[in-house]
């Protein structure tokens, strides 16, 4: 790959002490992209100062920055990754390999905790049902809706994301099977967080996060002529 086929997009919202070591973890060659989604402890400026290119989102929502960041980026290959050092961007050429190879269309990280409390009970509570939401609505038999990612940027554009909150991830993963895609797994370390997390940190934010996830499973499947086949 030449060095600017792959962008990594790294949604931010105050996390300036696991920023080093995440984009310390960016894979030789890829491009950071942090998009700032209104810190205020300098995270900006430190990934700034690391390399990052750093793309401004006033809007709050973890979808805005996503989105965000998706549109600053110019590579053929596009992933996401947190920004709170929960995840290892350092494993995914092995997501990337598996797009150029064309056995997925889009491949997502299953989170695989090695210590307590890296994935707490309310955040996989959520998590299983909504996998079981999706399965019900898209017939896919996936075990995680983890935030590691990769797809193509231009198939990604052409599903056409509407979500800006929460539910931006889950959105991309139903469009894509309306679409067609291959969606694929690989299991993936999964740390504790550095700081305090901003969604599913309390059941509190998990439920509102849930919310915005069945608000887009409840949303009635687009027509055909309006998705984008990966391939």
């Known amino acids: 790959m030449t060095p600017t086929a792959v962008d990594v997009v790294l949604p931010c919202l105050d996390e300036a002490g696991a920023l080093p070591w995440v984009l310390g973890r ?8 942090v998009v700032d989604n209104g810190s205020t402890d300098g995270s900006a400026r430190i990934a700034a100062d690391l390399g990052a290119t750093v793309v401004p989102e006033p809007r709050r929502g973890f979808g805005a920055a996503c ?33 150029v190879s064309g056995d997925a269309d889009l491949v997502l990280g299953r989170r695989r905790p090695v210590a307590p409390g890296a994935f707490p009970p309310h955040a996989r509570a959520g998590n299983v049902a909504l996998a079981r939401m999706l399965r019900r609505r898209t017939g896919l038999r996936l075990r995680d809706l983890g ?4 797809a193509r940027r ?9 979500d800006r909150r929460s539910g931006y991830p889950l959105e991309t993963v139903v469009l894509a099977a309306d ?20 969604v599913t940190g309390t059941w509190r934010g998990t439920w509102h996060a849930v919310r915005d996830m069945r608000a887009v499973l409840a949303a009635p499947p687009r027509p055909a002529g309006d998705l984008v086949d990966a391939r």
């Not at 960016?26 to 992209?33: D, F, L, N, T, Y």
């Not at 935030?147 to 990769?150: Q, T, V, Y």
């Not at 231009?154 to 509407?162: C, H, I, P, S, V």
């Not at 679409?179 to 967080?193: L, N, Q, S």
């Open 67 to 99: 989105h965000a960041g998706l549109l600053a980026a110019d590579a053929e290959f596009v992933c996401f990754c947190d920004c709170d050092g929960s995840l290892d961007p350092g494993l995914l050429p092995g997501f990337v390999a598996q797009l």
């Open 147 to 150: 935030p590691l990612r990769a």
């Open 154 to 162: 231009e198939a990604l554009l052409g599903l056409g994301m509407t």
């Open 179 to 198: 679409a067609g895609w291959r969606i694929a797994e690989r299991d993936v370390v999964y740390h504790p967080r550095t700081g305090r997390s901003k």
């Open 26 to 33: 960016i894979p030789a060659g890829w491009r950071a992209v």
